[in-house]
């Protein structure tokens, strides 16, 4: 039997409320895995789950969306299995569900993305993504924007959700030392979905690329999520 609780958490971790739709599961029986882009690419991402038992492939899911409701109608204990590559079989004790895999070849390719340097590091805790989910509600704006600054005992990181010429929420955080950043825009509205799906993390890092990269880095015991954001390139 599969806790499929474990498989609804890592379709969350990547569909991030509809984001990503077209991905490509791999699995070698002992860890589950999948690389990720969204329609924009401007997000890149990937999840892993250990110690998992899961069938042995490369499964092409074109519509996350579907498969998450479809695992909805069964209870958390179920049978997973895999016909001919081509199909997943879920049951529980009372319910049967098909899912149609698609070819591989269709889902979008992922490119690699290398180590920076230079980067700004924050440590991320729950106070902080609360902080930011309900700033970014309240305001409505879908871009922040990224600052450096001097604090009272270190150097800081500012965020800006809005802009001077409407609503706007500022607060800032502790952060390591690096080259300056003066209002950076990011994409306010992803940034609040990867925050909302990767609650009650043990560890979680946020960094900055003076370049125009944000990276997020969650773990969640066997499961762990990574994310990277470019900067928004028309403002």
Sequence with gaps: MTDKRVIDNFISKYHLGGTIERIKWVSDGECLKANFINDSQNLVGKVKTGNFKFPVGEFGIYSTSTLSKLLGILENEVMFQV???????????????????????VIPSVPSIKETEGDIEVELDEEFTTKFIKSKDAVGEDVFYISTQEGFTSSEIKFTIGNSSSNSVS?????????????????????????????????????????????FAFKFGDLETSYYLVRNQNQ
Excluded: C
């Design 171 to 215: 607060f800032a955080v502790k952060s390591t030392e690096g080259e300056e950043l003066k209002d950076v825009p990011f994409n306010a509205d992803i940034v609040k979905e990867i925050f909302k799906h990767n609650k009650r993390f043990e560890t979680g890092t946020l960094k900055i690329n003076p370049k125009g990269l944000m990276t």
């Design 83 to 105: 016909e001919k590559n081509a199909k997943f079989i879920v049951a529980d004790t009372n319910v049967d569900v098909k899912f149609n895999l698609a070819d591989p070849q």
